[in-house]
């Protein structure tokens, strides 16, 4: 799904306030720390609370080993002035069931209600549209999580439907608003067709 551009760990994208990166082994202790606490786990379908380090050790390396393939990208979330410190993750990652990859978040909450999760949300959106041939990206939030709904919306993504989802580390299904972004829709945001990294655009760098 993603190109060669993105599968060394030395690619990241850079915003305004963020860098984008690879996780890595240094990054476990914030990982627990950071989405161990209930506020973030209870929102999400598959992390645990609480949160052991030997699963999160898992988690960066199948992370890792997915980014190397190209089939998904997993992506650190960190401030660009401390770009080692993670704040959080933002993912897109394929989905059989669904008319195209889903992409999925979490943020740290110390640092909730500053517009950081749109930021990083707009990037990866960004960078899937640039980068890959796809023509559909899938997203998803609990019902009651009105500020994941809220994200979503800023960055283009349009409400489908409400259903039922797994969420195994909750037990069980639980109802989630659905939502999905097309490649026109993106480009009707953008300005057009090739319009990505313009100046209406979240993402100011790529690297690699």
């Not at 899938?138 to 999580?145: D, F, I, K, L």
């Not at 809220?150 to 409400?159: I, T």
Request: glycine share 10%; charged share 25%; aromatic share 8%.
């Amino acid at each position: 799904m993603f190109p060669d551009l993105t599968r060394d760990d030395v690619f990241r994208l850079e915003t305004r306030r963020l860098w984008l990166r690879w996780p890595c082994a240094a990054d476990a202790e914030a990982i627990v720390d950071l989405a161990g606490d209930r506020a973030v786990s209870e929102m999400t379908a598959r992390i645990p609370h609480p949160l052991d380090r030997t699963t999160v050790d898992g988690f960066i390396v199948k992370a890792r080993w997915g980014n190397t393939e190209g089939r998904s990208l997993v992506m650190a979330i960190a401030p660009r002035g401390r770009p080692q410190s993670l704040i959080g993750i933002v993912a897109i990652e394929p989905d059989p069931t669904a008319a195209g990859p889903h992409l999925g978040y979490w943020l740290g909450a110390p640092h909730w209600g500053n517009g950081l999760v749109t930021e990083a949300v707009g990037a990866m959106v960004e960078a899937y549209f640039a980068y890959t041939p796809g023509r559909v990206l899938t997203s998803a939030a609990r019902v009651e999580n009105a500020a994941s709904r809220r994200v979503l919306q800023k960055c283009g993504f349009a409400h489908e439907d409400t259903a039922l989802a797994p969420f195994p580390a909750r037990g069980g299904d639980l109802p989630v608003d659905r939502f999905r972004l097309d490649r026109r829709m993106w480009q009707r945001r953008n300005g057009g067709e090739g319009a990505a990294f313009s100046e209406r655009s979240v993402l100011l760098a790529v690297h690699a």
